[in-house]
């Protein structure tokens, strides 16, 4: 992290009251005996500091995401043009609907280029990561694959035109690129 501010007891606490996760403050409150020992280790202090203000920044992102589930009134229909990275011209063009999770966005991904089942992907979003695993936004598995697709294009700010990337399958690393060529309304979310 670049600018890293200077470890302190208020900073800490305006770390603290930014956070509702239980993890994160426990994180805060064993730095905060750390800094006020008379023997202390400044790298292992920067480290424990440096983990706490990302996952502070990732849990504003998660929450800021929920928000933009939440304010989605119209449902979309994204019509994407898959193409799989250094792999001649192969690509395919998949109709989702906005509210799918990406781990359903995976799942026609991977019907539409005949991969595997059950290995591990990851969504490039704007400048955010998605994904079952390894992803930036929690340290170990976590549920951020299953985000709807309008809402983390809409949290990254993509519109019609601008790309995605897709990573599948660590070991083999294939990689494609996703276009939005069209975002259509499918109707109001409260008509059935």
């Not at 933009?68 to 792999?87: G, P, T």
């Not at 781990?103 to 290995?119: N, V, Y």
């Not at 494609?176 to 059935?192: H, M, P, S, T, Y």
């Amino acid at each position: 992290m670049d600018n890293i501010p200077e470890i302190t007891l208020e900073k800490l606490n305006e770390l603290e009251a930014q956070t509702e996760d239980k993890f994160i403050k426990s994180l805060i409150e064993s730095l905060k005996k750390k800094i006020t020992l008379p023997k202390r280790n400044e790298f292992y202090e920067t480290l424990d500091f440096e983990r706490i203000l990302t996952l502070v920044e990732k849990e504003k992102n998660r929450r800021s995401l929920k928000e933009a589930e939440k304010s989605i009134k119209e449902e979309k229909l994204f019509v994407l043009k898959v193409s799989r990275v250094n792999y001649g011209k192969k690509t395919k063009t998949i109709e989702v609907k906005g509210d799918a999770p990406l781990s359903s966005l995976s799942g026609d991904i991977q019907d539409a280029f005949d991969l595997e089942p059950m290995h591990l992907y990851e969504f490039e979003i704007g400048k955010y990561k998605f994904g079952p695993e390894c992803d930036e936004w929690e340290e170990i598995f976590d549920i951020l694959d299953n985000y709807r697709l309008d809402a983390a294009i809409s949290f990254a700010g993509l519109n019609q035109g601008d790309k995605i990337g897709f990573l599948y399958d660590f070991g083999d690393n294939i990689r494609f690129k996703i276009e939005i060529l069209d975002i259509r309304n499918a109707g109001n979310k409260n008509e059935q």
